[in-house]
């Protein structure tokens, strides 16, 4: 109430306030709110002091990734006869005086790239590459004679012979880890390392994935050129139209199924389709060469002696140190097979690829390759 004869208030006018006196505001304030408050503030404190698993969750550190090694040309190349027909190229550089490394490409008969020199360290390396019978710079091109994986391994014992290298590290993905493997169990004394990338075991399962049904339903816009090559009345088989044209007379026919085949591999070997790598693929003379020994192989199933013969012989290279990678999203050799080759060498070094297709070239393969050429290059 108010008392008599007191000045009334003006409108737009408050009371001075008393030094330290609580605002109006903070007076009225609900004691709710200030409850909110309290909570919120010991939320951001819970936050704050969050184990560091927990708070990974809302915030991925960023990771470097290793990249490729600069471009270097090699300081040696040459030819090296193996039989009365073949002649292979190799080359070699990095540090003549370095640790021996031969890398052994993919296909079979796609040759191998400039940029194989760069998965190794070339201050430390003596980088070995050659391209396999019937393929890339060896001769004569695309010949399906006195070629079969074992020819490739006793090629491999010559060059290593003929560069006077008494062990080296084996470097080899997707038909190159074949090679590779088949190599290693042959020869498990000459070889220091091992490093493997998508794995192919040439199982029937994984050749019918590739060629008959599977990646099919992954990639049908690429699939129908494959598809359309061939009759409906021989689509059955794919595998055995095909090489029937291949290995045909009809040179027009050979080199139409060749392109088919070959951009079929090359569309599905990256995460995101590389353009430029199914343009290659497509080139004729590389198209002829690697279909056509691609397609022999794999009618003899890798010219082995059981579908499981590279696991079998685990035992002869489980003591070497070695280092698979697997893209988890790898289209050409499903992550069953390394997952296969894992199981029975749980010794090895797995590196699966969260974020990578089938390619050598992608970056967190590149990564995990690279990475594992430095471990092993001070052993």
Not at 169 to 174: A, K, N, R, T
Not at 189 to 207: D, K, N
Request: with cysteine; proline share 6%.
């Amino acid at each position: 109430m108010k008392k008599k004869g007191a000045p009334a208030k003006r409108k737009g006018t408050s009371k001075p306030k008393a030094k330290g006196a609580p605002t109006r505001s903070a007076a009225a304030r609900p004691k709710s709110l200030a409850k909110q408050r309290s909570i919120s503030a010991a939320r951001s404190t819970s936050r704050a002091r969050a184990p560091a698993h927990v708070a990974a969750k809302s915030a991925v550190p960023v990771v470097q990734r290793r990249e490729l090694y600069p471009p270097i040309e090699p300081y040696r190349q040459g030819y090296l006869r193996v039989s009365e027909l073949h002649e292979i190229y190799y080359e070699e550089s990095g540090n003549p005086l370095g640790k021996p490394a031969i890398f052994l490409h993919g296909g079979p008969g796609a040759g191998s790239d400039k940029r194989a020199r760069q998965f190794f360290d070339p201050q430390h390396y003596r980088i070995v590459v050659f391209d396999q019978r019937g393929c890339g710079r060896s001769r004569p091109s695309a010949s399906l004679v006195e070629n079969t994986t074992w020819h490739l391994v006793a090629d491999i014992e010559r060059l290593r012979k003929h560069l006077n290298i008494e062990r080296w590290l084996v470097f080899g993905g997707s038909w190159g880890s074949t090679l590779g493997l088949a190599y290693s169990e042959a020869h498990p004394e000459r070889v220091t390392e091992i490093v493997l990338r998508g794995i192919f075991l040439v199982r029937y399962s994984e050749i019918r994935w590739l060629y008959q049904h599977g990646a099919s339903e992954i990639f049908p816009d690429y699939w129908e050129a494959y598809r359309d090559v061939i009759p409906e009345e021989e689509r059955d088989d794919y595998l055995n139209a095909y090489y029937q044209r291949l290995t045909g007379l009809d040179q027009r026919t050979a080199l139409a199924a060749a392109r088919a085949w070959s951009v079929w591999e090359a569309s599905t070997s990256f995460l995101y389709s590389n353009h430029d790598n199914i343009k290659k693929w497509g080139e004729d003379q590389f198209a002829l060469a690697v279909a056509r020994i691609e397609c022999h192989y794999f009618v003899n199933r890798g010219f082995l002696r059981s579908e499981t013969q590279l696991l079998d012989d685990v035992a002869r290279i489980r003591h070497i140190p070695t280092t698979i990678v697997q893209g988890r999203y790898d289209i050409v050799c499903p992550t069953a097979s390394a997952w296969d080759l894992h199981k029975v060498w749980p010794e090895a070094d797995f590196r699966l690829v969260p974020d990578a297709g089938h390619s050598a070239f992608e970056a967190g393969n590149i990564n995990e390759l690279v990475s594992a050429t430095d471990r092993y290059r001070s052993r």
